[in-house]
């Protein structure tokens, strides 16, 4: 028998190996179906035009207005009819500029630099204030971190924007950067899966994708997410496994925008109140499951930092650079002690 129970631990432990390393694998798979926009890390110039005012109060889940869209592709500009349209609550409200949702014609986009990615997401800086894009490369800085440590996450591409925006009678150019992110239904086309719409506990996520998953949040310092809740996280069916998603990171200490504000969703014991203070919100789990994925972070280190490191050219702040560098750098030395893991982490799972 207990040889028996010893096999069993011993298949499980390869199996959860096999999650946390067959990254490569399953990125390689997954390309199969990754549109053109998505194969390149350079930022994407594009130029768009539309009335913010009119978009805001004009706009919702179901109606859009009709613009233009060009782009730079292959060291030529091209132009497509786009559909756009506000979204998100909080930055709808409080941002100089809202996020957008974006939609091209299917009849129009075959064989352009956006086929495949006929719905997507737009990224824009929240305010006017001069080093705004900071911020923005920030959170995309986020998305990257996540591509790296797990197998299943949203593509961004970073964007170089000419804004003209139409007042009355005039027009002002805003110059900024964005980011775009991949639609869920063209991310589940990828993994051949499909996305699940109802509440599912944690506990019955796939526990190495889950841990994946709180680590990452801890790292950035996010509070503005719930998986139980499925706030500010998607959940992905593929390979008989649930997968959270995550995504929306304005509000964490990594990006430490102006307006953000720690977010105590689901009342959790010992909250913080800065934001880029951390707290860690996830699930208890098998040790052996949470030390394995703690050594894939850590064996990441340098690849992580090394993210941070390509956008530094883009900063207009240098002490914006520094200030998400050292940030990022601080997660590791937590995990790099045994006193600080098991007080910050394991001392803080919770059982519901």
């Not at 005039?170 to 899966?193: A, C, Q």
């Not at 982490?345 to 919770?350: A, E, K, P, S, V």
Request: proline share 4%; net charge positive; aromatic share 12%.
């Amino acid at each position: 028998m207990k040889v028996l129970c010893l096999y069993v631990i011993l298949f499980s432990f390869l199996g959860s190996v096999k999650a946390v390393y067959g990254q490569e694998e399953l990125s390689t798979q997954s390309d199969t179906f990754l549109p053109k926009l998505f194969r390149q890390e350079l930022p994407l110039q594009i130029k768009l035009q539309y009335s913010n005012k009119q978009v805001k109060r004009e706009t919702n889940d179901s109606t859009y207005l009709t613009s233009m869209i060009w782009f730079e592709d292959d060291s030529a500009w091209d132009s497509l009819p786009v559909q756009i349209r506000a979204r998100g609550n909080f930055r709808r409200k409080t941002c100089y500029f809202a996020p957008l949702k974006l939609k091209f014609p299917k009849s129009q986009i075959k064989g352009t630099l956006f086929e495949g990615s006929r719905k997507l997401k737009l990224v824009l800086p929240c305010l006017l204030d001069r080093n705004t894009s900071d911020y923005v490369l920030r959170e995309y800085l986020a998305y990257k971190l996540y591509e790296t440590i797990a197998p299943y996450h949203f593509k961004v591409r970073l964007t170089e924007i000419s804004l003209a925006e139409a007042r009355g009678k005039r027009e002002v150019t805003h110059n900024v950067f964005g980011f775009l992110i991949e639609d869920m239904d063209y991310l589940t086309v990828r993994y051949k899966g499909q996305e699940i719409k109802r509440l599912i506990h944690p506990l019955q996520h796939d526990p190495i994708s889950s841990i994946q998953n709180d680590f990452f949040e801890f790292m950035i310092a996010n509070t503005d997410y719930s998986t139980k809740q499925q706030h500010n996280q998607k959940l992905l069916f593929a390979e008989n496994k649930i997968i959270p998603l995550p995504y929306d990171f304005d509000m964490c200490g990594l990006v430490n925008a102006p307006y953000a504000a720690v977010t105590n969703i689901q009342n959790l014991s010992g909250s913080i109140s800065m934001v880029t203070d951390r707290i860690y919100k996830g699930y208890e789990r098998e040790q052996a499951e949470l030390q394995l994925v703690r050594q894939a972070y850590l064996e990441k280190k340098s690849e992580m930092l090394r993210e941070a490191v390509k956008l530094k050219v883009w900063f207009q702040d240098p002490g914006q650079y520094r200030e998400a560098y050292d940030f990022l750098a601080s997660f590791f030395e937590i995990l790099e002690d045994d006193k600080k893991f098991e007080k910050q982490i394991l001392g803080r799972l919770r059982t519901r």
